[in-house]
């Protein structure tokens, strides 16, 4: 089996792998099991530079008529590659379309957030380079 482990530090994800390690190895008698980790992606802990960043741009949608842009939970945040630099630049991720069900057989596109998405980072990227 395979599964996704999202963090954000690598404490966090330190003390996840050792208590599934101290899991696995209270097998029962006549049984095995083993577990290994695999990085894909580094975590993107938030910084007061991210949220500068992101201050600017809800800003930047609160300008445009688009309402506020909070910062989302951990839990429902993805993975962007972004986060293999985020811990040398203040930065964003998921600045791009919506939609529902991601990475599943029904995941859908809202097509009009693609408008709005440009939008804000139109105005982002002009305020960020003046």
């Not at 600017?56 to 993975?79: H, T």
Request: glycine fraction near 10%; charged fraction near 20%.
């Amino acid at each position: 089996m395979e599964g996704d482990l999202r963090y954000l530090t690598y404490e966090q994800r330190d003390r996840a792998h050792a208590k599934m390690k101290a899991i696995v190895a209270q097998n029962l008698p006549g049984t095995s099991a083993s577990i290994s980790f695999r990085d894909a992606y580094p975590p993107m802990s938030p910084t007061a530079g991210n949220l500068a960043v992101l201050k600017v741009y809800s800003q930047a949608s609160q300008d445009a008529g688009l309402g506020e842009i909070p910062a989302l939970p951990p839990g429902q945040r993805g993975a962007g590659d972004i986060q293999f630099v985020a811990p040398l630049l203040d930065s964003l991720d998921g600045l791009g379309a919506t939609g529902n069900g991601a990475h599943s057989p029904d995941e859908d596109l809202e097509i009009a957030s693609i408008e709005r998405a440009t939008i804000r980072t139109a105005i982002l990227l002009y305020r960020l380079t003046r």
